[in-house]
């Protein structure tokens, strides 16, 4: 039975990649410093499931600061998913957190897996990196220009594992998600935003015009692509994770209201600085590598994410 490390299991895409990890019958190990980018109560109810499974183990640690040694003991393999997300926040003195936590944190554990035989260790990375993608659909060699800190951050974090994997063999695997969204969005994230205001009945904040259109993937499409990339992803390549359900926030918002037979009352602000204006995976390497065959559609999807949130706020 393997047994992984995952890293930010507490979070929303860790949580859930965690749980299934543990279906699957494989061993966690997951650690996760509950940094206050949103509210701890969240992370621990993220957690809540995974407490109560056998084979889940549970280290509270930041990975900048908390000792590695021994980290590496008996774990198979590396979900390096820890990070500070978030564009809009990563600009001014907040940027030394995203250094800390994208960066040093990134560094720290590569060196701590460098002469371990694992099967892979698997970064998550970020369509970010990308900058505006002038022409979609994006490749994985289209030349990468982040427009905020926080996709430098990511894009740094992929070439440090590329250079672990260069000079040490580590077999690095980075995934590039496109705007992942499902139960347990983090709740900075506009899906989650936008369905909790109509839940509650307030209006939302929508910056710019509404015509910028994401690459959307539902989260257990993530999932799928992150496990895959563990046993099938080539060492110290780099995969679209795109869930080929492209839409403008003007769609999706549409696509809200249907669902709660109301229209959301909309609030126009401004461009935020470092907002792309679109993304556009191209997935087929890892469709040829992975398998990766995203499943759920958007409308499903945000079905999915409406009702947990209604579950949520009740409890
Ligand atoms: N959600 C998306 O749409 C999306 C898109 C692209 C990339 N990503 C990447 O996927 C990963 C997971 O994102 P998410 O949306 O689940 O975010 P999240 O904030 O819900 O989860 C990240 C977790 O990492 C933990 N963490 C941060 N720094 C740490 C440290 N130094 N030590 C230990 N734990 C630490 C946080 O406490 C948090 O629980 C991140 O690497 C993010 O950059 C996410």
Redesign the pocket.
């Known amino acids: 039975m393997p047994r992984y490390l995952v ?2 299991t ?5 949580s859930h990649l965690s749980e299934r990890l543990l279906k699957e019958g494989a061993e966690v190990l997951g ?5 206050n ?1 949103y509210r701890r109560k969240d ?1 621990e109810s993220n957690l809540q499931s995974l407490y109560d499974t056998p084979g889940f183990e549970f280290s509270e ?4 600061k908390g000792s590695l040694e021994g980290i590496s003991e008996g774990i198979d393999g590396v979900f390096h ?5 978030g564009v809009r926040d990563s600009w001014g003195e907040a940027f030394s957190v995203y250094l ?2 994208n960066n040093l ?1 990134t560094q720290r554990l590569l060196e701590a897996f460098r002469d371990r035989p694992i099967q892979a260790f698997v970064y ?4 970010s990196i990308y900058g505006d993608a002038l022409e979609g659909p994006t490749k994985e060699d289209a030349m990468p220009k982040p427009v905020s800190p926080y996709g430098v951050s ?1 894009l740094d974090g992929e070439h440090l594992c590329y250079l672990y994997y260069r000079n040490f063999g580590i077999r690095t695997v980075s995934v590039r ?1 496109f ?2 969204y499902g139960p347990r969005q ?1 709740p900075d ?1 506009a899906f989650h935003r936008f369905l909790k205001a109509g839940l509650k009945g307030e209006p939302i904040t929508l910056f710019g015009d509404g015509e910028q259109s994401r690459d959307f993937t539902f989260v257990a499409d993530a999932v799928a692509g992150t496990m895959a990339a563990m046993t099938k992803g080539k060492a110290g390549a780099v995969y679209n994770i795109g869930g080929g359900q492209r839409a403008t926030v003007n769609e999706v918002i549409g696509y809200i209201n249907d669902l709660q037979g109301t229209p959301l009352q909309v609030n126009r602000g401004g461009v935020q600085k470092g907002d792309v204006r679109h993304t556009w995976a191209d997935a087929t390497r890892a469709a040829a590598d992975l398998g990766f065959n995203p499943q759920t559609g958007l409308r499903e999807g945000l079905k999915a994410e409406r009702e947990w949130l209604i579950r949520r706020m009740k409890g």
């Open positions: 890293t930010g507490a979070g929303f895409i860790g650690v996760d410093r509950f940094s980018f992370k640690m930041d990975l900048c998913l820890a990070a500070q997300a800390n936590d944190a998550a990375s970020s369509s990511k998600y705007t992942v983090r994230m």
